[in-house]
């Protein structure tokens, strides 16, 4: 497979990785002014909420795109000592658990998603919604889904080449 076929995923974890930044951004600005604000007894209404949906945000844009660079937590010191080919395969069989994990994970939150918005249930304080915040962190989680398989297919030719 060429790499022209993972060109849209990682535009699209581009575009993930911009909105988690500005959500991580907004969420910094909106605890500043609501730490300011209740110093001057003017809390802004509702702010707690929307920095739980803004953390949720950033976590579901952020998994595609630290998947992609590696830069998840792992625990090396052992796997280091063998062989190339043997790490590959240690990789690949952890990348395969993941994807079973968040296939998983991935069609579950759609299904939450979809009872949610069928309920209408919404946030407690502002009355926001929460299905919106769901379908985004399921379609992050996709994302990832397809992040994880790529790596897969990646590792299985460089287990080709050694």
């Known amino acids: 497979m060429s790499n022209n076929i993972w060109k849209p995923l990682d535009k699209f974890s581009d575009i993930l990785k911009i909105i988690g930044a500005i959500s991580l951004s907004g969420m910094m600005f909106l605890t500043v002014v609501d730490v300011i604000g209740r110093y001057f007894r003017h809390p802004i209404f509702g702010s707690v909420e929307i920095v739980g949906f803004l953390a949720t945000i950033v976590i579901a844009t952020a998994l595609p795109y630290t998947h992609k660079m590696d830069g998840h937590v792992g625990v090396e010191i052992l796997v280091r000592l063998l062989s190339k080919k043997t790490q590959l395969w240690i990789r690949i069989c952890t990348q395969l658990l993941s994807l079973i994990l ?9 299904l939450y998603a979809h009872d949610i918005h069928k309920t209408g249930e919404v946030s407690m304080n502002l009355e926001f919604p929460i299905y919106y915040i769901v379908y985004l962190l399921a379609f992050g989680l996709l994302a990832f889904t397809a992040t994880i398989i790529e790596s897969i297919i990646l590792n299985l030719k460089q287990l080709r080449e050694v």
């Open 102 to 110: 968040f296939v998983l994970i991935t069609w579950q939150m759609f």
